[in-house]
């Protein structure tokens, strides 16, 4: 499905009459289940190379999408979950329906947020990304409203009615485009029993430099408090992978001060090496545990945060040599092959640079949004928006 869906993309972006394109889960559910299976059981029988070239591919759409020369729509009703995530995320309208539920769970099942993933995560303001990664916690879509994650928001019986206004559109005006999903717009509410009422706390704990220094500063705000919910936050820590809660902290923080090139090229680098399993094999007993055998009780190794070591993370970031992600950057956006591989300021040549803003018509939380402002994610200068669908296509 990815690189059928690169496909379609590239051909779109060619072609004088596609203006738009729509990315549509079947069900409005957009998850990678199926792709986590096969890399399973590819890996299992020892076909790395296979695997290596499904995380290119996967990839390059990753980065195909955020350098789209036309508009990208991202229409989400159902579960939004891991890579599936990052790639509804680089979507210029990212359209979501009150059933819809997000959430990063790769560090559960012995993985990392990828597909750029650790990218958008490290753009939301304070430790939030963090927070999301280390725990798999599930937002509604009012969450995703005022985090900035979407920028619209609709009724579910309106999903229909917005795709088919969408298609009988022939224009490559993003504002023609903004006006009619604005018309079904719905004003969001934050949940009293949402995480962002934690905020304060998030930022507090999910600062701290470890992931052991997280889950202490957790235990100590715990006294005199709410315990219930700082409980189930430790538990949720605890309960994934020791080594890839450590990889995924450093990704997000390392994310911080790249651009998504750079990004991806080091997702890949994690990906590859976790599927090969030199280390440790969590990424197969994360998978075994949780969708093939389901007994819910996988066996980590190291089994404990403590035992993980410096050296094991630096192994996953170590370049890959003749080996490592080539994306078409001086193709797509002109930056000279001297400059793609030299960290930065993300500001100084980064591509995505113009922030969505969250709509703020029925919001109650100036407290929530004066803190999320800039929490969307930053596309290249073009001014057109694409949407591609997993489970059907149309253009």
């Known amino acids: 499905m990815v690189v059928r869906l690169r496909k379609l993309y590239e051909k779109w972006e060619k072609e004088d009459d596609v203006h738009m394109a729509i990315l549509q889960g079947a069900g409005g559910t957009f998850c990678s ?25 996967l990839y390059l759409l990753s980065y195909t999408l955020n350098t789209y020369e036309k508009i990208t729509v991202a229409l ?35 993985f990392h947020p990828d597909a750029g993933g650790s990218y958008m995560l490290s753009k939301l303001l304070g430790s939030f ?23 619209g ?5 309106n999903a229909d009615e917005v795709v088919h206004q969408l298609h009988a559109l022939n224009t490559d005006d993003p504002e023609i485009v903004e006006h009619i999903l604005h018309g079904y717009n719905e004003g969001v509410y934050k949940d009293p029993d949402s995480c962002l009422h934690r905020i304060e706390s998030i930022n507090n704990c999910f600062s701290k430099e470890t992931v052991e220094d997280i889950i202490h500063a957790l235990e100590l705000e715990a006294h005199g408090r709410d315990y219930g919910w700082y409980r189930d936050v430790i538990d949720n820590i605890k309960a994934a992978s020791p080594l890839c809660q450590k990889i995924a ?19 890949y ?33 190291p089994p404990h945060l403590e035992l993980v070591t410096s050296d094991m993370v630096d192994h996953y970031f170590q370049s890959l040599g003749e080996e490592e992600l080539q994306l078409p950057v001086e193709e797509r956006e002109g930056i000279p092959e001297t400059l793609q591989g030299v960290p930065h300021h993300v500001e100084e040549y980064e ?23 800039g ?12 949407v591609s669908q997993q489970a059907e296509t149309s253009h």
């Open 129 to 151: 990304g963090e927070y999301l990664a280390l725990t798999g916690e599930c937002l509604d879509a009012t969450d995703m409203c005022i985090l900035g994650f979407i920028n």
């Open 76 to 110: 989400m009703d159902g579960a939004v979950m891991g890579g599936a995530f990052a790639l509804n995320m680089l979507a210029d309208f990212r359209i979501a329906a009150e059933q819809t539920v997000f959430s990063v769970p790769e560090t559960q099942m012995g």
């Open 375 to 386: 929490a969307a994610y930053a596309r290249s200068g073009s001014q057109s928006t694409h």
């Open 269 to 301: 680098r994690l990906s590859c090496r976790l599927i090969s399993g030199a280390v440790s094999h969590d990424f197969y007993e994360g998978v075994r545990a949780r969708h093939v055998d389901k007994d819910q009780m996988p066996r980590w190794y």
């Open 249 to 267: 902290l450093r990704s997000i923080r390392e994310a911080r001060l790249e651009t998504l090139p750079q990004c991806l090229k080091r997702e």
């Open 351 to 373: 591509t995505i640079n113009r922030l969505e803003t969250v709509p703020q018509q029925s919001i109650e939380t100036s407290d929530i949004l004066e803190w999320a402002t």
């Open 33 to 57: 289940g199926a792709d986590v299976k096969m890399l399973f059981e590819l890996g299992t029988k020892g076909n790395f190379s296979e695997c290596k070239a499904f995380f290119r591919e």
């Open 153 to 157: 928001y609709i009724q579910s019986k």
